[in-house]
C-alpha cells in the first residue's frame, strides 16, 4: 500500500483558496488518490477521488501532476465550516475482495479556517 | 436516510469484560469495514468484509473477532477488553469491489465511543 505523506496542520482565513499536498512516491499504477474530510466526532466524509490530471466536483478539484507521485486538493474560497481533517488514502480498491490493498488513513492534515 | 448506523455510540466497560459493537447499512453495499480511531494514529483498518460471508484481517486485529450476519449487518467483537482498546470505533460499508467494480467511496458511520477501564 502506497505511503502517504501529508503536512499535519495548516490555517486559513474565510475566503481564501486552500491547497492541501500529499506526497505518495510508491504509487502503483492501478492506484487510485482519494481525499475525505472528517469533522470532531464524525466520521470520514468523502470529498474527491482521481487517477491522472484533474477532478473537478462542487466541493473540490483534484491535481494530479504526469508523474503521479504526489496529488493535491484545491478548496476553493473556504469558510469556517471547512475547518476538520482531511486524509489522503492511495489504494486499489479493487483488489480489496483479494485480500489485496487494504485501506488505511494516516494521521490526515488538520485544517483551521478562521475569519 | 439512515447510511451506516453504529450502536451503541458509546459504552465503558471495565477490563475483562466483553462487548459487541453494532453496525448496519441500509444501501445495499457489498463490502463493510471496522475502523478504530486513536489521538495521533489516524484511523486504522480492523477487520473488513469483502462481500457476505466473508471476513479478513486488516492493519490491528488482535483483540477483536467479526461477524458479517447478512448483507446488511457487521459487528465486531471485544472478547476481553483491554484499556489498550479504549478508542473510537467506525464501521464503513461501500459498494463492492469485486468484477472488476471500482468502489472509492466509503460510506462512515458516527462512530461508537468505547472506553475500558
Known amino acids: 500500500l502506497a505511503k502517504t505523506t501529508q503536512p499535519i496542520s495548516m490555517d486559513s482565513y474565510e475566503g481564501q483558496e486552500v491547497n492541501i499536498t500529499c506526497s505518495h512516491n510508491n504509487i502503483a499504477t492501478n492506484d487510485y488518490i482519494t481525499w475525505y474530510q472528517q469533522f470532531p466526532s464524525q466520521g470520514p466524509r468523502f470529498i474527491i477521488q482521481?487517477?491522472?490530471t484533474k477532478v473537478t466536483n462542487e466541493v473540490a478539484s483534484l491535481f494530479i501532476p504526469a508523474d503521479r507521485k504526489s496529488s493535491t486538493l484545491s478548496l476553493p474560497r473556504v469558510s469556517l465550516s471547512d475547518t476538520a481533517v482531511y486524509y489522503c488514502l492511495v489504494g486499489d480498491m479493487r483488489r480489496l475482495t483479494g485480500g489485496g490493498n487494504k485501506l488505511t488513513f494516516g494521521t490526515g492534515t488538520q485544517l483551521k479556517v478562521e475569519l | 436516510n439512515a447510511g451506516v448506523t453504529q450502536t451503541p455510540k458509546f459504552q465503558v466497560l471495565k477490563t475483562g469484560q466483553s462487548m459487541t459493537l453494532q453496525c448496519a447499512q441500509d444501501?445495499?453495499?457489498?463490502?463493510m469495514y471496522w475502523y478504530r480511531q486513536d489521538p495521533g494514529m489516524g484511523l486504522r483498518l480492523i477487520y473488513y468484509s469483502a462481500s457476505e460471508g466473508t471476513t479478513d484481517k486488516g492493519e490491528v486485529p488482535n483483540g477483536y473477532n467479526v461477524s458479517r450476519l447478512n448483507k446488511r449487518e457487521f459487528s465486531l467483537r471485544l472478547e476481553s477488553a483491554a484499556p489498550s482498546q479504549t478508542s473510537v470505533y467506525f464501521c464503513?460499508?461501500?459498494?463492492?469491489?469485486?468484477?472488476?467494480?471500482?468502489?472509492?467511496?466509503?460510506?462512515f458511520g458516527e462512530g461508537s465511543r468505547l472506553t475500558v477501564l
Open positions: 464503513a460499508s461501500s459498494v463492492s469491489s469485486d468484477r472488476g467494480m471500482f468502489g472509492g467511496e466509503l460510506f
Open positions: 482521481g487517477y491522472k
Open positions: 444501501m445495499n453495499h457489498n463490502s
